[in-house]
């Protein structure tokens, strides 16, 4: 499962790698102007395979099997950067899962891919203890593991395979099924690979082992919590809604059962009525290595209403260039508040390749209820250190799902705090400037109402929702920018922004976000991309 419109752009010429373009029509893969090390992986690892195969048009099936075949001659018998064991190991993946599409009926063409294939297999059964620990070495692992029941010849090496799958499945998953990383696609990404391995064991009658299963067990509640109304992942700290299909099909592959989805997961709170979902960052970003793709989004939420995503955060700019991933990183870019000039964490690196440091220490969370909504009351400490001030967020989602209450704080905390806070209006010459942020969707028309006072948001629904600022800031509507793995670039959009000034040991910034009243509450959403939906 790959994307549509990613396959259709490669077949017209158009390509993107690890953030670097080219536009070549009428050239082989292996052509393009690019040498950047990340994009030669990528391109090695034929990843680009489930898009052409998504696209599944004849220009798609010619590149499929002309590039793959250009490969071999290039590359088969072991020169190149394909040769690292996490990229080998991908690369047998793929070859594997889109046979159907490589072979193209010529006897002697086909048994030639078999062979490489059988050659790279044996290869990776010796090689995949070169591949980095943690993901890059499981994903080896369980290439290796698929190889072994198509291959024969290899199957020997099934058993040692899944013991050391097993070890550094536990080493990277805790017991609760959660990765240090809380990155939910990565997550997501694990799941679908053991979920793969249990149904291919399951079709050879064998079983998967306790360790990998009971790892099964743990991620799934966890992964269906991080899940919004449209089935999209939450897009936090590098991780983006994953490709539409395979989260689903893994679940229904793994044969965990269907549980009430938790209250909070990974450090990220859900609240969930009616057709709308929201979830928000309540923990303290990843740590250490952890982190290199960690984004300073403490008490950032998202917000989705059936299928259509109305508040997000920009997402993961590691495809597009140092300056977009840097970017992304940032507080400005989640929607959540950062004091002007400052985000609730930094990077220690200026290329943004770096992981997390001064990181909010101190994340607490506490649920609200009564009859009419249910809320969440969050802080963090991470403008402590510069300003003296705590970020203190109250969300309430109404129990009809219609209506979103909300309300920002800075505030002193400590003494001690009240003196930094002191100091930092010195610093600064005057009030401490900040601004609460909530990127849209770009599939949301936004438009301020005539009044002034409000923002109307249309989905593609149908359904209008509006913004109000109640007190505490002046609002206006600016350009942002959405940043997705299945698109050619940076797509824009739009954010609604609160902005006011902290000249006091409290400053409060309320709004609400709500289905304008003519919205029905359940809306026939027959609308995809732009074409209509067969219901």
Known sequence: MGHVGRGQRMTAGAFLFAGHAADAPDTAIWDLPIAAPRALEEIHGFAWLDDL????????????????????????AGAGPGWRADVLGRRIARWIDHAELLMGGDAPRDAALRRSLAAQARLLSRRWTAAPPGSPRIEALCALLLATHVLPAIGRTRGAALTALGREVSAVVAADGTVASRNPEALAALFVRLARLRADLSSADMSLPKDLADALAAMAPVLRSLRHADGGLARFHGGGPGVPGVLDQALAASGTPVEPRLATAMGYARLSHGRTTLLLDAASPPEGD???????????????????????????????????????????????????????ARLDRADGHGPLCDTPRDVR?????????????????????????????????????????????????????????????????????????????????????????????????????VFRVQDGASMS??????????????????????SATAAKYATRVSWTLAKARQTPDAVRDTVHEDRPVLV
């Not at 059936?306 to 870019?333: I, K, Y």
Request: hydrophobic share 40%; proline share 4%; charged share 25%.
């Open 53 to 76: 195969a998504a696209a599944g048009d004849a220009a798609a099936l010619a590149c499929a099997q002309g590039w793959t075949d250009d490969w071999l001659t290039r590359f088969g």
């Open 290 to 344: 952890a982190s290199r793709h960690g984004h300073a989004a403490t008490l950032a939420f998202e917000l989705t209403s059936g299928r259509r995503p109305l508040v997000v955060n920009c997402g993961a700019g590691d495809g597009f260039g140092d300056r977009w991933r840097r970017a992304s990183r940032a507080t400005p870019s989640q929607s959540t508040l950062a004091i002007d000039g400052f985000s609730s």
């Open 365 to 465: 969370i506490e649920r609200r209820r009564d009859g009419r909504s249910s809320g969440l009351v969050a802080g963090h400490d991470g403008y402590v250190a510069t300003h003296g001030l705590t970020h203190v967020r109250q969300i309430h989602l109404s129990r009809d799902g219609r209506g979103v209450r909300g309300e920002d704080v800075l505030a002193t905390v400590e003494g001690e705090d009240e003196r930094i806070f002191d100091r930092a209006l010195v610093a600064a010459r005057g009030p401490i400037p900040f601004r609460v942020r909530f990127h849209l969707h770009p599939d949301v028309v936004a438009r301020t109402a005539d009044d002034g006072s409000s923002v109307e948001l249309m989905l593609k629904s149908g359904e209008l929702w």
């Open 477 to 498: 509507l600016q350009p942002s920018i959405y940043l997705d793995a299945g698109l050619a670039e940076p797509r824009p959009t739009g954010q609604i922004v609160l």
